[in-house]
Nanobody, 128 residues
Framework: QVQLVESGGGLVQAGGSLRLSCAAS????????MGWFRQAPGKEREFVAA????????YYSDSVKGRFTISRDNAKSTVYLQMNSLKPEDTAVYYC?????????????????????WGQGTQVTVSL
């Protein structure tokens, strides 16, 4: 089992920055694919960013590419999401997710159903 706890959300003005953290406990996540997803009110959960176990491969949705950066520190069992140039449309609950196996196909990183563990979410609100 893996427990995930997100932190770092909050209220920020458009153009500002936030850094989300996801601390994992339980099983080691050093080989696990990790991802960030978000869900805005009235919308489905959507993929934001993901990273391979080694950190050597990263994936981003088109809507955040160039603005968000995912990284991980396996020694601290923590994954980060640096969010810059935030827009009101980035407002959502952000969820951290972990897989229990290595993803052999890049597509899996972007697919919520492929992740086994989820955090409780952290609210990000971007105001005009």
């Amino acid at each position: 089992q893996v427990q995930l706890v997100e932190s770092g959300g909050g209220l920020v003005q458009a153009g500002g920055s936030l850094r989300l953290s996801c601390a994992a406990s339980g099983r080691s996540i050093s080989s696990a694919g990790m991802g960030w997803f978000r869900q805005a009110p009235g919308k489905e959960r959507e993929f934001v960013a993901a990273i391979s176990g080694s950190g050597g491969s990263t994936y981003y949705s088109d809507s955040v590419k160039g603005r968000f950066t995912i990284s991980r520190d396996n020694a601290k069992s923590t994954v980060y999401l640096q969010m810059n140039s935030l827009k009101p449309e980035d407002t959502a609950v952000y969820y951290c997710a972990a897989s229990s196996t290595y993803f052999s196909i890049a597509y899996y990183y972007t697919t919520a159903e492929k992740y086994n563990y989820w955090g409780q979410g952290t609210q990000v609100t971007v105001s005009l």
